[in-house]
Protein backbone atom coordinates (compact mmCIF):
# COMPACT_ATOMS: atom_id res chain seq x y z
CA UNK A 1 0.00 0.00 0.00
CA UNK A 2 1.34 3.30 -0.77
CA UNK A 3 -0.10 6.77 -1.36
CA UNK A 4 -1.32 6.22 -4.97
CA UNK A 5 -4.18 3.90 -4.36
CA UNK A 6 -5.46 5.40 -0.66
CA UNK A 7 -9.05 6.12 -1.10
CA UNK A 8 -11.73 7.56 0.78
CA UNK A 9 -13.93 5.76 3.02
CA UNK A 10 -16.97 4.57 1.05
CA UNK A 11 -20.07 7.45 1.32
CA UNK A 12 -17.98 10.28 2.92
CA UNK A 13 -16.84 12.41 0.16
CA UNK A 14 -20.06 13.95 -1.41
CA UNK A 15 -20.31 16.93 -3.66
CA UNK A 16 -22.78 20.14 -2.72
CA UNK A 17 -25.81 20.03 -4.60
CA UNK A 18 -25.30 23.07 -7.34
CA UNK A 19 -28.75 25.50 -6.60
CA UNK A 20 -30.24 27.81 -9.52
CA UNK A 21 -27.68 26.34 -12.66
CA UNK A 22 -31.02 25.98 -15.09
CA UNK A 23 -33.99 23.96 -15.56
CA UNK A 24 -31.86 20.38 -16.64
CA UNK A 25 -30.25 20.26 -13.71
CA UNK A 26 -33.37 19.65 -11.44
CA UNK A 27 -32.73 22.55 -8.78
CA UNK A 28 -33.57 25.58 -11.56
CA UNK A 29 -36.23 28.13 -11.65
CA UNK A 30 -36.85 29.01 -7.70
CA UNK A 31 -33.89 27.16 -6.73
CA UNK A 32 -35.49 25.27 -3.82
CA UNK A 33 -36.78 28.14 -1.98
CA UNK A 34 -40.31 27.80 -2.84
CA UNK A 35 -42.69 30.35 -4.47
CA UNK A 36 -42.69 33.89 -3.30
CA UNK A 37 -42.51 35.03 0.69
CA UNK A 38 -39.74 36.50 2.55
CA UNK A 39 -37.65 33.43 2.67
CA UNK A 40 -37.48 33.20 -1.03
CA UNK A 41 -36.10 36.57 -1.72
CA UNK A 42 -31.94 36.99 -1.92
CA UNK A 43 -30.72 39.07 1.40
CA UNK A 44 -33.65 37.52 3.57
CA UNK A 45 -32.37 37.00 7.43
CA UNK A 46 -34.94 36.30 9.85
CA UNK A 47 -35.07 38.54 12.66
CA UNK A 48 -34.16 37.26 16.33
CA UNK A 49 -37.41 36.20 18.04
CA UNK A 50 -39.62 36.51 14.66
CA UNK A 51 -42.02 33.44 15.08
CA UNK A 52 -43.92 33.92 11.27
CA UNK A 53 -46.00 36.84 12.36
CA UNK A 54 -47.05 35.66 15.41
CA UNK A 55 -47.00 37.96 18.29
CA UNK A 56 -43.77 36.87 19.96
CA UNK A 57 -42.79 35.51 22.85
CA UNK A 58 -40.92 38.69 24.63
CA UNK A 59 -43.73 40.72 23.27
CA UNK A 60 -46.39 38.14 24.67
CA UNK A 61 -44.86 38.55 28.28
CA UNK A 62 -45.94 41.22 30.84
CA UNK A 63 -42.88 43.29 32.11
CA UNK A 64 -42.26 42.80 35.60
CA UNK A 65 -40.71 44.05 38.48
CA UNK A 66 -38.63 47.42 39.16
CA UNK A 67 -34.29 47.39 38.87
CA UNK A 68 -33.23 49.98 40.97
CA UNK A 69 -29.81 51.68 38.85
CA UNK A 70 -28.07 53.03 41.85
CA UNK A 71 -28.46 49.44 44.27
CA UNK A 72 -25.63 48.60 46.11
CA UNK A 73 -25.03 44.94 46.03
CA UNK A 74 -23.02 44.21 49.91
CA UNK A 75 -21.27 40.86 50.39
CA UNK A 76 -22.43 39.23 53.89
CA UNK A 77 -19.81 38.48 56.09
CA UNK A 78 -20.58 37.17 59.47
CA UNK A 79 -18.98 37.68 62.65
CA UNK A 80 -17.73 34.02 63.13
CA UNK A 81 -16.23 33.99 59.88
CA UNK A 82 -13.90 37.09 61.07
CA UNK A 83 -13.70 35.30 64.43
CA UNK A 84 -12.22 32.17 63.03
CA UNK A 85 -10.53 34.15 60.18
CA UNK A 86 -8.44 36.32 62.93
CA UNK A 87 -8.19 33.09 64.53
CA UNK A 88 -6.23 30.90 62.32
CA UNK A 89 -3.95 33.53 60.89
CA UNK A 90 -3.60 35.68 64.15
CA UNK A 91 -5.12 38.92 62.68
CA UNK A 92 -5.77 42.51 65.00
CA UNK A 93 -7.21 44.20 61.76
CA UNK A 94 -9.44 42.46 59.17
CA UNK A 95 -9.92 45.06 56.14
CA UNK A 96 -10.84 44.44 52.45
CA UNK A 97 -7.07 43.09 51.31
CA UNK A 98 -7.23 40.32 54.51
CA UNK A 99 -10.61 39.21 53.31
CA UNK A 100 -9.40 39.11 49.70
CA UNK A 101 -6.63 37.19 50.49
CA UNK A 102 -8.39 34.52 52.21
CA UNK A 103 -10.86 33.80 49.12
CA UNK A 104 -13.93 35.44 50.55
CA UNK A 105 -14.45 38.49 48.05
CA UNK A 106 -13.01 40.17 44.84
CA UNK A 107 -11.67 43.06 43.60
CA UNK A 108 -14.91 45.46 43.43
CA UNK A 109 -17.02 44.04 46.40
CA UNK A 110 -18.60 45.81 48.63
CA UNK A 111 -18.56 44.45 51.90
CA UNK A 112 -21.43 44.73 54.84
CA UNK A 113 -20.55 43.03 58.02
CA UNK A 114 -23.61 41.20 60.04
CA UNK A 115 -24.10 40.23 63.62
CA UNK A 116 -24.00 36.38 63.08
CA UNK A 117 -22.09 34.29 65.41
CA UNK A 118 -19.74 35.93 67.96
CA UNK A 119 -16.27 37.18 68.17
CA UNK A 120 -14.36 36.48 71.40
CA UNK A 121 -11.18 38.79 70.09
CA UNK A 122 -10.89 42.43 70.52
CA UNK A 123 -10.16 43.29 66.56
CA UNK A 124 -10.06 46.28 64.26
CA UNK A 125 -12.41 45.71 61.50
CA UNK A 126 -12.78 47.43 57.92
CA UNK A 127 -15.99 47.03 55.68
CA UNK A 128 -17.95 49.38 53.48
CA UNK A 129 -21.05 48.80 55.74
CA UNK A 130 -21.95 47.31 58.94
CA UNK A 131 -25.29 45.89 60.89
CA UNK A 132 -26.20 47.95 64.41
CA UNK A 133 -25.86 44.59 66.33
CA UNK A 134 -22.62 43.90 64.72
CA UNK A 135 -20.89 47.26 65.12
CA UNK A 136 -22.08 46.46 68.97
CA UNK A 137 -21.02 43.27 69.14
CA UNK A 138 -17.09 44.35 67.73
CA UNK A 139 -17.11 46.96 70.33
CA UNK A 140 -18.57 45.17 73.52
CA UNK A 141 -15.58 42.77 72.81
CA UNK A 142 -13.09 45.32 72.70
CA UNK A 143 -12.56 46.30 68.81
CA UNK A 144 -13.51 48.50 66.65
CA UNK A 145 -15.58 48.99 63.46
CA UNK A 146 -14.38 51.43 60.90
CA UNK A 147 -16.15 52.60 57.84
CA UNK A 148 -14.58 52.75 53.75
CA UNK A 149 -16.27 55.02 51.92
CA UNK A 150 -15.94 53.77 47.99
Known amino acids: MDLSNIKPAAGSVRHNTRVGRGAGSGKGGTSTR ?21 MPLQRRLP ?32 GLEELRQAGFISRSTLVKILANGTITRAITVEAHAFSEAAKAAIEAAGGSAQKIEK
Do not use: M
Open 63 to 94: KWGFNNINRKEYKAINLNLLNTLAKSKGLEKI
Open 34 to 54: GHKGAKSRSGYSRKIGFEGGQ
